[in-house]
Antibody, heavy 122, light 107 residues
Framework: QVQLQESGPGLVKASETLSLTCSVS??????????WSWIRQPPGKGLEWIGY???????NSNPSLKSRLTIAVDTSKNQFSLKLTSVTAADTAVYFC??????????????WGQGTLVTVSS | EIVLTQSPATLSLSPGERATLSCRAS??????LAWYQQKPGQAPRLLIY???NRATGIPARFSGSGSGTDFTLTISSLEPEDFAVYYC?????????FGPGTTVDIK
C-alpha cells in the first residue's frame, strides 16, 4: 500500500522560506514511472498544482510559482521536498504531496498524502 | 492556461438519486481529464482519469464521459458516503489545472 506523509513547520513568517518534506512508503521515488508532486489548497478554496519532480531530479512547476520554488528528490531517504521562498499570506494553504504516473498524457494524482496546513504569519 | 468551469456549484440531492456534474474547459484537453472526490478534512481521492477510466477501487456507480471541452461525471445512485466536493483536473496541458469544484449535498 502506497502512503505519502507531509512534514514541516505549520507556521512560517512572511518573507521567509516554506520548507516541506514528503516521505513515501510502499513505492520508490527512484521508480521512473512516476512523478512526485505537490498540490496546495488555501482554506475553503480550490486546488492548485504546484509542481513535480522526477527521479532524475528534473522538475516541472506552475509558472505562477516557478521563480520562488524548488522541488527536489532524495532517493536515499525515499523522500521529496518543496521550498517556497518569500512567502506571503497568499501562500497559506494545506499542502499535499501526491504520486502521479509519468505518462505523455500528463499527470493525474493518486494517491495523496493527508496534507499539512502551513500558515504564513505577519 | 486552461481554465476549467464546473457546474452547478452546488447540487442538492437525496440518497438513491442520480447526480450529473459538468466540467467545461476553456480549450480542448482531448480526453485528458480527471475527477476527484474530497470530503471535509481529507485529501482528494482520484475517481476517474482519461475522462472515463475508473481508478482502482472506485465503485461502478461512478462514471465519466466526454472529450474536447465538455465532460460529465455521473453517480448513478447516490450513497450516503458520496456527499462531498468533486473537482475536475485537466492533465493534458501544462500547467495542469483544477476546476473550482461542485458540492454534492443532502437535500
Amino acid at each position: 500500500q502506497v502512503q505519502l506523509q507531509e512534514s514541516g513547520p505549520g507556521l512560517v513568517k512572511a518573507s521567509e522560506t516554506l520548507s516541506l518534506t514528503c516521505s513515501v512508503s510502499g513505492s520508490s521515488v527512484s521508480n521512473y514511472t512516476y512523478y512526485w508532486s505537490w498540490i496546495r489548497q488555501p482554506p475553503g478554496k480550490g486546488l492548485e498544482w504546484i509542481g513535480y519532480v522526477y527521479y532524475s531530479g528534473i522538475t516541472n512547476s506552475n509558472p505562477s510559482l516557478k521563480s520562488r520554488l524548488t522541488i527536489a528528490v532524495d532517493t536515499s531517504k525515499n523522500q521529496f521536498s518543496l521550498k517556497l521562498t518569500s512567502v506571503t499570506a497568499a501562500d497559506t494553504a494545506v499542502y499535499f504531496c501526491a504520486r502521479a504516473p509519468s505518462l505523455l498524457t500528463g499527470p493525474w494524482f493518486d494517491p495523496w498524502g493527508q496534507g499539512t496546513l502551513v500558515t504564513v504569519s505577519s | 492556461e486552461i481554465v476549467l468551469t464546473q457546474s452547478p456549484a452546488t447540487l442538492s440531492l437525496s440518497p438513491g438519486e442520480r447526480a450529473t456534474l459538468s466540467c467545461r474547459a476553456s480549450q480542448s484537453v482531448s480526453n485528458y481529464l480527471a475527477w476527484y472526490q474530497q470530503k471535509p478534512g481529507q485529501a482528494p481521492r482520484l475517481l476517474i482519469y482519461d475522462a472515463s477510466n475508473r481508478a482502482t477501487g472506485i465503485p461502478a456507480r461512478f462514471s465519466g464521459s466526454g472529450s474536447g471541452t465538455d465532460f460529465t461525471l455521473t453517480i448513478s445512485s447516490l450513497e450516503p458516503e458520496d456527499f462531498a466536493v468533486y473537482y475536475c483536473q485537466q492533465h493534458g496541458n501544462w500547467p495542469f489545472t483544477f476546476g473550482p469544484g461542485t458540492t454534492v449535498d443532502i437535500k
